[in-house]
């Protein structure tokens, strides 16, 4: 579902589907209210409306950079997104530290 919101937001596409293997697995789906096992999800069916995701690093990585602690702050890198208008934001925070005070 999160892989289908971000994606909402910048124009991209994406299906999925339930891999119930066994019967007790559709059982209990069918307790869940999915009445067609081998139904086709579009992206619209796991995010739907006005869908917006926000995202912060905690470590470094190809999209957004880690928390770094510094001597007085804190900073952190973080990604949000909307769908309806397709606005992307990127902040880079500093927070005090308020223990340091």
């Known amino acids: ?3 289908a919101a971000a994606l909402r937001c910048i124009g991209g596409q994406m299906q999925g589907r339930l891999l119930l293997n066994s019967e007790e697995k559709v059982a ?3 307790t869940m209210g999915i009445a067609d096992p081998h139904k086709i999800y579009q992206m ?3 995010a739907c409306g006005d869908v ?3 995202a912060t690093g905690v ?3 190809n ?3 880690g928390v770094k602690f510094g001597r007085d702050s804190i900073q952190t890198h973080t990604i949000v997104m909307r769908s309806s208008s397709g606005t ?3 902040i880079k925070a500093r927070h005090q530290d308020l223990d340091k005070f």
């Open 88 to 90: 992307v934001r990127e």
């Open 52 to 54: 917006l995701f926000a």
């Open 44 to 46: 619209e069916d796991m």
């Open 1 to 3: 579902m999160l892989a």
């Open 59 to 61: 470590t470094d990585g």
């Open 28 to 30: 209990r789906a069918a």
């Open 63 to 65: 999209l957004l950079s």
